[in-house]
């Protein structure tokens, strides 16, 4: 083994799991889930079949990945964060086969207790706040917040707020990386 897992984690048949990732106290890998290199699962995280998480993501304590979520590298799941996968479920109701897709685009990070309705896609570096509840897709960068979730800003690559100036420009405060405002969508500038 590549990777480590603690004792009273379960790790199913058929998984692929990268080098260098951990897996803590508790959680459940199922068959057919795909993890990817120096990923970090905390305690009680389930990871359903065909969940696909890249490399360099963090899944706090409480998650349950289900089927149907994929997450491109570097995404941040916080604690007890909720991902759906199905729009209407019911117990005595069957609905395997009508399983959402959720993207988590690379480098987003989702707030402790957020909720994620299923189907939809969080851009790059997009930062879900604490308890936000997002029911749409979410542009790369965005700020959300409240329920139902709503943007109230830009965030940098490194995790704080963009502050844009009158020619729609902005700087990280802490990489100083530039940023740019254009038709309402924001992008680093190289």
């Known amino acids: ?3 480590y897992a603690h004792p009273s984690s379960i790790i199913d048949d ?7 990732t951990k897996i803590w106290h508790f959680s459940h ?12 699962l905390g305690q009680n995280v389930v990871v359903s079949p065909k969940v696909v998480l890249g490399n360099n993501v963090r899944v706090q304590n409480n998650v349950s990945i289900y089927e149907g979520v994929i997450c491109e590298d570097d995404v941040f799941l916080g604690p007890s964060a909720v991902l759906t996968n199905v729009i209407n479920p019911r117990s005595a109701v069957s609905r395997k086969s009508e399983y959402k897709t959720t993207l988590i685009k690379k480098g987003a990070s989702i707030g402790a207790n957020a ?5 939809h896609t969080i851009g790059e570096y997009a930062f879900i706040g604490a308890g936000a509840v997002v029911t749409r897709d979410v542009p790369a960068y965005a700020l959300i917040v409240g329920n139902p979730g709503r943007q109230t800003g830009w965030m940098s690559e490194f995790g704080h707020k963009l502050q844009f100036d009158s020619g729609n420009k902005a700087v990280c405060t802490e990489s100083g990386q530039e940023y740019v405002l254009e038709n309402g969508a924001v992008r680093k500038l190289a």
Not at 14 to 20: D, L, R, S, Y
Not at 29 to 40: E, L, R, T
Not at 115 to 119: E, F, L, N, P
């Open 1 to 3: 083994m590549n990777y």
């Open 14 to 20: 058929n998984c692929v799991i990268g080098e260098g």
């Open 29 to 40: 890998v199922m068959s057919g889930a795909v993890i990817g290199n120096n990923c970090n």
């Open 115 to 119: 909720t994620i309705v299923c189907g």
